[in-house]
């Protein structure tokens, strides 16, 4: 089955500053690579993600990278604020038979500092 | 996205007694998942409820042990059934809002005496 591999496991970074959080997927047969933010308490949240056919995607501050060739893909803070600080899971979908199922990595726990 | 509720938000539970936990979408999905994520920990899935069939469990998962009904496109409910403390977890749903796009459930913390 896919195995999804993310680092680091936690980041610091001053506010302002930029925040990268990389993930590696095993099964090339992956096409579809999600991002959610937790806080603490709170459910995951769905901020962004990449469809295979795409390298690139960017919402405001946030962008997703894909590398299809290499299997990993990354995401991308800028400007980063106090707010952003949470646990950040990647993910991945191997669309096999009649489920999408996720894979999720182990999380990046963000903190932004003042 | 959709709105999705959960029931109950937290319980404590004796070890050996089952509890059901219910999940509700305000729109017709076909696929919905349950997740147990431990404290500190990322996300697994338990399994796939599809309305109309039998759920797909994966790997260490038995329906013996999880229990799921899904008798519409609305809802759908986990058992975690004859509990030890080492089922102490957080439980969440997911649906399938478009091709792969999953929404989560605010979760249901379950602790196990």
């Known amino acids: 089955g896919e195995n999804v591999e993310q680092h680091p496991s936690t980041l610091s970074v001053q506010e302002g500053d930029s925040a990268v959080i990389k993930c590696t997927y095993s099964d090339s047969a992956s096409n579809y690579f999600p991002w959610y933010k937790q806080e603490l308490g709170k459910r995951p949240q769905l901020i962004i993600d990449?469809?295979?056919?795409?390298g690139e995607k960017k919402d405001q501050r946030i962008a997703v990278t894909l590398n299809k060739t290499a299997k990993h893909f990354s995401l991308h803070i800028t400007e980063t604020q106090p707010e952003d600080s949470a646990v950040y899971f990647c993910a991945a979908v191997n669309p096999t038979g009649t489920a999408s199922k996720l894979t999720f990595g182990t999380g990046t726990r963000l903190q932004v500092t003042l | 996205s959709a709105v999705i509720s959960q029931k109950p938000s937290r319980d404590i539970c004796q070890r050996g007694t089952s509890l059901t936990i219910q999940c509700q979408v305000d729109?017709?999905?076909?696929?919905m998942f349950w997740y147990r994520q431990q404290p500190g920990q990322s996300l697994t899935l338990i399994a796939t409820?599809?309305?109309?069939?039998?759920?797909?469990?994966e790997s260490g998962f038995v329906i013996d042990k999880f229990p799921i009904s899904r008798p519409n496109l609305t809802f759908s409910t986990l058992t975690v059934s004859n509990m030890s403390p080492e089922d102490s977890s957080i439980y969440l749903c997911s649906v399938e809002v478009r091709l792969y796009e999953q929404y989560f459930g605010p979760g249901t913390r379950l602790t196990v005496t």
């Open positions: 990449i469809r295979s056919n795409v």
């Open positions: 409820a599809n309305q109309g069939s039998e759920a797909t469990y």
């Open positions: 729109s017709q999905v076909t696929m």
